[in-house]
Each structure stands twice: as C-alpha cells, then as structure tokens.
C-alpha cells in the first residue's frame, strides 16, 4: 500500500514570496491532516478535512495560509506572503476515518530567508 | 486544557541496554487516545501504537512495550535491549473523542540515541 506522499521535499524561498505544497493521501482515507513542524519542537495541526469539508481550522493562521482539498482526494496548502517564522517542516498525514491511527507523510522541509 | 509533557528532552543509551520514555498527559475528557509516534532521520512520522483511555491494559509488541496508568495519568513507553536503529526523536500524542476534531497534541518528543 503507497503512503502519503509529499512534495517538494525541500523549499526555500524569500520572505514575502508565495509557496504552495502538496499532499496525496493514502487511498480510501477520509481524514486528512496538514500540521506544521517548528523545528525542536512538537507537531501542531493547521488544518483537517473530513473528506473535502473542513473539521479544524482553528489555528491556521487564515491571514496567510490557506488549504483546500477538492473532491476529496488531495490537498494543497498555501503561505502568501510567507513570513521567517513560517520556516518549519509541513507535514500532511491521512486517516481511514476519524480518531483512528494517522499516517504521515515525509513532510516538506520549509526554509524562509 | 489538553496537554502532552515529554520531560526527557534526550536520552543516550549503550546497544542492549533497556530504556524508558516518559509520557505524562492532561485532559478533562472521560474518553481519550494515546500515541506513541518515531520520528527517524528521515522525517517521517512512524505510528506505533493507540491506546484508547477506557483500555488501561499494558502492550508489549516485540522489543517494545507500553505502560498506561490513569491513576498517574501517564503512558510510558520502554523499549528492551535497544539497537542503533532504534536512534530517533519518539512522540507521544494525545487525541480527544467526543469532539468535532480528532487532533493530535503533541508532547515535545525525547530524542534517543543508541550508541553500538
């Protein structure tokens, strides 16, 4: 079975430029996640989706991020105008269904200059 | 409020020798789910195990083995004679049931480091 897949692996990108990843989930998983990871630090989920519909948005920061995920499949996530402190790792994970076990993908390493 | 502490920010062990992570959580919720997760090199987030609040069973999966105790409201994770490939950065999770979202809370994540 094919995991979540990611990319780009790696960005670098200048502050205020715009920057936009992708995420393919694992087939047939309903849920999915994008949590951004600062770096010595814990995950923290931005944004889920229950098929394409939005669960939990409550801490995207909505002024410059900004997710969809249409027909329900795959999803983007995107930084406009990115800011320094936006320099993580970007991590998109799929589930069958709510509160069930959630896999990730290898994350998008993020590096704002 | 929900939250995960990791107190153990780096652990550095011999090949073969026992090592416990340490997990302590808060929640108000009756209805609960821990995780464990790796975390190689490589980035990827690896699950290991799921353990539902209302289960307080202990697992033991091969060399690894969990300790879930509600009275103390902790969820430790041993690994026994570890290895080389046992090196990454271990999170432990906690998930609330019962609401609209099913987020992860992470705790900061002990990195081990098995020595040969």
């Known amino acids: 079975e094919a995991g979540v897949a990611q990319s780009p692996r790696y960005k670098i990108i200048e502050k205020r430029q715009s920057v936009a990843f992708w995420c393919n989930p694992i087939?047939?998983?309903?849920?999915l996640y994008w949590y951004q990871q600062i770096l010595g630090q814990g995950p923290k989920l931005l944004i889920q989706f229950q098929n394409n519909g939005v669960v939990d948005d409550s801490q995207l920061p909505k002024d410059r991020f900004s997710a969809e995920r249409l027909k329900g499949v795959d999803s983007t996530l995107k930084i406009q105008p990115a800011k320094l402190e936006d320099s993580a790792v970007y991590l998109c994970?799929?589930?069958?269904?709510?509160?069930?076990?959630?896999?990730f993908g290898q994350g998008t390493r993020l590096t704002v200059v | 409020a929900q939250k995960v502490t990791q107190a153990q920010t780096e652990i550095s062990v011999v090949e073969k020798e026992d090592v416990t992570l340490d997990c302590v959580y808060e929640t108000r919720d009756t209805t609960y789910y821990l995780f464990w997760y790796k975390q190689p090199p490589s980035g990827e987030l690896v699950f290991l195990i799921r353990r539902n609040s209302f289960d307080e069973q202990n697992e033991i999966s091969g060399r690894y083995s969990w300790n879930f105790q509600k009275s103390t409201s902790s969820f430790n994770f041993t690994i026994t004679a570890s290895q080389v490939v046992d090196s990454a950065v271990y999170f432990c999770?906690?998930?609330?049931?019962?609401?609209?979202?099913?987020?992860?809370?992470f705790g900061t994540g002990t990195r081990l480091q098995v020595f040969p």
């Open positions: 999770a906690l998930s609330e049931g019962g609401r609209n979202t099913d987020k992860l809370i």
């Open positions: 994970a799929s589930s069958y269904n709510r509160n069930t076990e959630a896999f």
């Open positions: 087939s047939g998983h309903a849920t």
